[in-house]
C-alpha cells in the first residue's frame, strides 16, 4: 500500500515535530532557565521556578530526544555476541529483540495511560503545572516506539522472506 505523498510529507513531518523540534525547543528552554537559576542565585536573589522548569523541559528532552536516537539507530549498543554471529542469526537476534521491547512496551501502555491521567490532580509546587503535562512525554514515547517496533519487526520478516538481512 502506498501512502499518497502529500500526506507522507505531513506525516514526516508531525514524526519531525515530536522527535527534533519539541526536544529542541525543551532543551533551550532548559539552558535558558538553567541559566538564568544561576545567574539569579549568584547576583539576586534565588528562584525556585527555574529549577522546575529544568527538570520538566529535561524530562521532555530526554523522552523525546531518545525517539530520534532510535529513528536514527544511534543508541549505544554492546554487539560482541551480535557481531559475531552470522547475518541471518543477527536478523533473528534482531526480530527476537524488538518482539521483548514490544512485549514490554505493550504492557506499559495501559498501567502508565492510568498513571500520566491519575496525576493530572497534582500540579507542580511552584508553576502550577499540571503533572499529567510534565509526564504526557512518556505516552508519546511509548506509542511511537511501539509503531517503530512494529514497522522493524515487519521489515525484519520481510528481509528474512527475501532471503537477506535488513
Given amino acids: 500500500m502506498k501512502i499518497p505523498q502529500p500526506l507522507a510529507r505531513i506525516g514526516k513531518f508531525l514524526v519531525n515535530v515530536i522527535e527534533v523540534y519539541v526536544p529542541v525547543a525543551a532543551f533551550v528552554v532548559l539552558f535558558v532557565s538553567f541559566m538564568t537559576q544561576i545567574v539569579a542565585r549568584y547576583f539576586f536573589k534565588p528562584l525556585l521556578w527555574p529549577e522546575e522548569l529544568s527538570l520538566m523541559c529535561f524530562v521532555w528532552t530526554a523522552l523525546l530526544g531518545g525517539l530520534y536516537a532510535k529513528r536514527d539507530n544511534s543508541h549505544v549498543a554492546f554487539s560482541m555476541l551480535y557481531d559475531a554471529v552470522s547475518p541471518s542469526k543477527q ?25 500520566v491521567s491519575f496525576m493530572a490532580y497534582k500540579k507542580t509546587d511552584v508553576m502550577l503545572i499540571p503533572m499529567n503535562i510534565v509526564y504526557f512525554p512518556f505516552m508519546i514515547f511509548l506509542a511511537d516506539m511501539i509503531v517503530r517496533m512494529v514497522i522493524d519487526i515487519v521489515s525484519e520478516f520481510a528481509a528474512l522472506r527475501k532471503g537477506g538481512a535488513a
Fill in 91 to 115: 536478523t533473528l537476534m534482531r526480530i527476537a529483540g524488538n518482539f521483548l521491547q514490544l512485549f514490554a512496551y505493550l504492557i506499559a501502555f495501559v498501567p502508565s495511560w492510568n498513571y
